[in-house]
């Protein structure tokens, strides 16, 4: 599994990062196993969030491996707080939230410390200097080592940062073939198409200017949890269609093929899985492996349904 260090840190991460947003669907015995053969693939990286299941996915994920200091030692883990639950759901990232939440999710995955925390998605009713409070009591009880965000623009991230004594290191977003705002409009510049559309703020170019590691979350999805697009014929013909072809010539799956796409890009994107599949975890690991050409890179935008100018 190829590797890379997350800038700004000590932390040498796989590039696909396991995400449990479902394991409390699975047995113990069965989670133990998406686990184990996660670090059989060569992955050393594991991605919670506070609100995946109630909190039943941190405390599944520790009790399956019997979590202690030795087993933890082997692990890179992150997790993301300040989505809250109510009438409607709410963004929190008050200092008391986001202390009461990393409080909680150490209790939860047995474990003294974080060695990131994410925000979870942005809070307009943020107040950049309350946020730098509560990471500078994190930071200097031993807590949480490093901070990022998800689904962030540069804008909010450069809000954040003003105050901030850490710096923001990874941000997380969504990014597949079927969902490339990331790309789009940065190919599309100055035309009259919808892709020229900048939905997605420049994030991408910030965060490589400014050392910030992207991790792409549904990997797999089109849209907004609109379901997978590999496999999908119907919606998605001439994108599997490709993606057949160029599994056929590396002897893999599409599944690979989709993970190495991401994986290509110069960014050093990495590929946050969400799968229960054992099967699939380890055709979507080999992924990281694969480095397509440059031509292949673009076909498969280009039969995702996406204007190459």
Known sequence: MKRLNIKGTDLNVSKIIMGYMRIDSLSLKETERLIRTAQESGINFFDHADIYGGGKCEEHFANAISMNSSIREEMVIQSKCGIRKGATGYYDFSKEHILTSVDGILKRLQTDYLDLLLLHRPDPLMEPDEVAEAFDQLHESGKVRYFGVSNHNPMQMDLLQKSLN?????????????????IDSGMSLNMNTNNAIDRASSTLEYCRLNDITLQAWSPFQSG???????????K?????QVLEKVATKYQVSPTTIAVAWITRHPANIQVVLGTTNVGRLQESAAGAELELTREEWYELYSAAGNMIP
């Open 166 to 182: 850490q710096k923001l290191v990874v941000n997380q977003v969504q990014f597949s073939l079927a969902h490339t705002p990331l």
């Open 224 to 234: 907004f949890f609109d379901g997978p697009f590999v496999g999908d014929t119907k």
């Open 236 to 240: 998605y013909p001439e994108l599997n």
